[in-house]
């Protein structure tokens, strides 16, 4: 049974409720009173959604009820089924009643044994349906969590990707690479990180070829690369020292080569002019000196000179070429290739300025050897520029690296891509298959459920059972024996025979005088609602024994005459309920229930629904049944406690209910003090109190306790204090005894 609701939230008017500690738990009977719009529907809407864990109009709901076996709470159905009757049940039964009613299965004697079988195959039915309903939730939650997975890694590959057409990445496009993964693939961060950096790049241009110059020499037109030309350079200037033009040498010229240089040139500048006397000191040249001269200066000495002055030439196209080689700029390249660029330029740089040393050093020794031609000597050369000619290799391999990756951008992007792409993928693998194994073994175990197998205590198919039990309930009940119940428990309750429940194959049709009931009204519509929801409570489907029957107001829009044949009805149907919760507003009815469960206190419980005013939005209680209602004949006495109880808080909300129950409260008093058949309006003109003061009285409780479709009138607080302080004051002053004596009963 529910033992106690604890806590509700989100649920209407029980926004915040939680139970007061000291609230008595729920009996097998429960009475709840309260007020029209205080929350007795709402609750009956939360009692109802038990069965299901939730309620469809109240997705924020949360709440906490102890029943025998523990706590329920939002989400955990209760198992032991409810029935409940209230407003949503006679708009879903009833409503504008332009069909049947659902055909009530009142199982006989006869058919004992199959209705038996059928509730036992529905049993499994549902018991099944149920296990289907948690499978698959097992396999959504699994679905969305490898959703998750590829959701993530698509979000990865995608930021991994960005600047390219893949930034458009989504969680079909990892779903479809997964699919093709045949063996995972596992980047090392360096790897990882230089695809991300290809992705990322914009196409560089083509770069000029970085090679080792060529150099040609006017001379001869020859050309060879650098290299061959350094080496042929030291190679002849090695043997240029060694060579000598002695022939009839003159020894000072030969010792002094700073001397021979300038008679060396002395002698070009006599034999250019024609000079017979030195061009120096006006002396007569002797021919013999000049001869001698000539000697010393002769073939051989000239051919040396010349040799020596082409290899220098030769060096010095050497340092221009190494002068104008000019490494490409760092930013040309890409940049995974600019730290190596750094290196290898560094690395030129270094190599080159080295070469330059060294050819300036050769250099130098052809310059001393022009003067130095009549002697032979060795000169140790040590000139080795295979730094510049590695580092020139080295900065041509990356120019045609980059120029590489240039011609095949396209391909290097996707390649760079799809092993991104694999990578991630790649990651997800293992828990994708643990997923997906999961739901295989779920889904397989669905399939068994649906078409049946050997291995169950019932092997038949969903299908097959469902037929069965079908069949067998029509065979129960094919006629909808609860007709002849119905029509005869509607004659008792209204008093009348117009009305009567006809059954055809799709249910129970209602009748007016042998012809399709219309335009029911209010209190017919609950009639039939209410007798056929507690005819309703014997069908196969429920078992009152077991069961919790729920009932909200079953006396709504009847007569005061059927509120005795509405009691009679109630309680012979749910006499034997497991539980039974009785709400309603009407303090007659109230008291039948209240005189019933005298006669078995201890199965009883009584409470009360109060709106709690004391926040800016109401929020209902459940309180133990007020003793002025649970001791006394009439309402007369709790209405007069709320009105001498009243304390303003200022707000709209505290004081909304009360014209209402200031004009039961006057129309009582009136009755008793001038009993008339005048209106209340002409009883109060009658009483003799302060005119202004009765005129306040009468508009408050006639235009605050009625809708006027308006919004609340802001005055609405002030006047509610001031006007029932007038209308306790009249009551004291018109029956002070009455007053004095209603007051008693307030404060003890």
């Known amino acids: 049974m529910l033992k106690s609701i604890k806590k509700i939230t989100k649920l209407g008017i029980f926004d915040s409720f939680i139970a007061a500690n000291d609230l008595p738990d729920f009996a097998r009977y429960n009475c709840i009173y309260g007020d029209n719009a205080s929350g007795k529907t709402t609750l009956t809407r939360l009692l109802g959604a038990l069965n299901q864990a939730h309620h469809p109009d109240y997705p924020e709901l949360t709440y906490e009820i102890k029943v025998e076996t523990g706590k329920l709470n939002q989400g955990t159905a209760y198992n032991r089924k409810i029935r409940v009757f209230n407003a949503d049940f006679i708009e879903a039964n009833i409503g504008q009643f332009k069909g049947p009613l659902r055909p009530i299965l009142i199982v006989g004697e006869e058919n004992k044994v199959l209705a038996e079988e059928a509730l036992a195959e529905q049993a499994i039915f549902d018991a099944r349906q149920l296990k289907i309903k948690e499978f698959k939730e097992t396999i959504q939650r699994d679905e969305v969590s490898k959703g998750k997975l590829f959701s993530e890694v698509a979000k990865t590959i995608s930021e991994a990707t960005s600047g390219t057409a893949l930034r458009n990445y989504r969680k079909q496009n990892s779903e479809k690479a997964f699919d093709k993964i045949t063996e995972p693939i596992t980047l090392s961060k360096r790897e990882l990180e230089l695809h991300r950096t290809s992705v990322r790049q914009e196409q560089q241009d083509l770069i000029k070829p970085f090679r080792q110059p060529v150099v040609a020499l006017l001379s001869d037109n020859s050309a060879r690369p650098l290299s061959e030309w350094v080496e042929i350079a030291v190679e002849q200037t090695r043997s240029l020292t060694m060579r000598s033009a002695q022939g009839s040498a003159l020894a000072r010229l030969s010792e002094q080569p700073a001397i021979a240089k300038w008679v060396e040139e002395g002698l070009s500048i006599h034999r250019e002019h024609a000079s017979t006397s030195c061009e120096f000191c006006s002396q007569q040249l002797p021919p013999d000196r000049l001869s001698q001269l000539a000697k010393h200066f002769g073939v051989e000495d000239q051919r040396l000179k010349a040799d020596v002055m082409a290899i220098r030439a030769l060096t010095g196209h050497i340092l221009r070429a190494i002068d104008d080689m000019n490494p490409p700029p760092k930013p040309a390249f890409y940049s995974e290739l600019r730290d190596q660029v750094d290196s290898a330029a560094a690395m030129f740089e270094a190599a080159a300025n080295e070469a330059r040393a060294q050819l300036i050093q050769l250099t130098n020794i052809l310059v001393e050897k022009l003067d130095r031609r009549a002697v032979s000597y060795e000169v140790d050369i040590c000139i080795d520029c295979s730094k510049l000619f590695t580092a020139i290799d080295a900065l041509c391999s990356l120019v045609d690296q980059n120029n590489a990756k240039t011609n095949a951008f396209a391909e290097t992007l996707a390649a760079a891509r799809e092993r991104i792409e694999a990578h991630y993928i790649s990651s997800i693998k293992v828990p994708v298959k643990d997923l997906q194994d999961k739901i295989d073994i779920v889904t397989n175990e669905i399939t068994k459920l649906v078409d049946g197998s050997i291995g169950f ?129 009407n303090f007659e009815f109230l008291r039948l229930l209240l005189n019933w469960h005298n006669q078995n206190k201890k199965a009883a419980r009584h409470y009360m629904i109060r709106c709690n005013d004391n926040t800016d939005a109401r929020n209902a209680i459940i309180i133990p049944l007020d003793p002025l209602l649970r001791d006394y004949s009439t309402e007369y006495h709790y209405l007069f406690k709320q009105l001498y109880s009243y304390t303003c808080d200022g707000t709209i909300a505290n004081a909304y209910h009360l014209p209402n129950i200031a004009r039961k409260v006057l129309e009582t008093f009136l009755e008793f003090y001038t009993p008339s058949s005048k209106s209340s309006y002409r009883k109060l003109e009658g009483v003799h109190f302060d005119e202004h003061k009765k005129t306040a009285i009468y508009k408050f409780v006639n235009d605050q306790s009625h809708p006027t479709g308006k919004s609340f009138d802001p005055s609405l607080v002030a006047e509610t204090k001031k006007n029932i302080s007038f209308l306790l004051e009249m009551i004291d002053t018109l029956a002070p005894v009455h007053y004095q004596g209603l007051k008693a009963l307030c404060t003890t």
Not at 556 to 562: F, H, N, V, Y
């Open 457 to 585: 205590a019932d092997p038949r198919s969903l299908s097959d059972l469902k037929d069965s039990f079908e069949e067998k309930r029509a065979k129960v009940s094919s006629s909808h024996a609860a007709s002849a119940e119905l029509t005869s428990n509607v004659r008792t309750f209204l008093g009348r025979s117009d009305l009567k429940f006809e059954s055809d194959v799709e249910g129970y049709r209602v009748e007016r005088s042998g012809k399709p009931a219309k335009r029911l009204s209010e209190g017919e519509k609950t009639a039939i609602a209410f007798v056929y929801f507690l005819v309703q409570l014997g069908d196969q489907d429920f078992n009152l024994s077991e069961g919790v029957v729920v009932i909200d107001d079953p006396i709504s829009s009847l007569d005061a005459s059927a509120i005795y044949q509405a009691f009679s009805f109630l309680k012979n149907g749910v006499k034997n309920a497991k539980q039974v919760f009785i709400l309603t507003h």
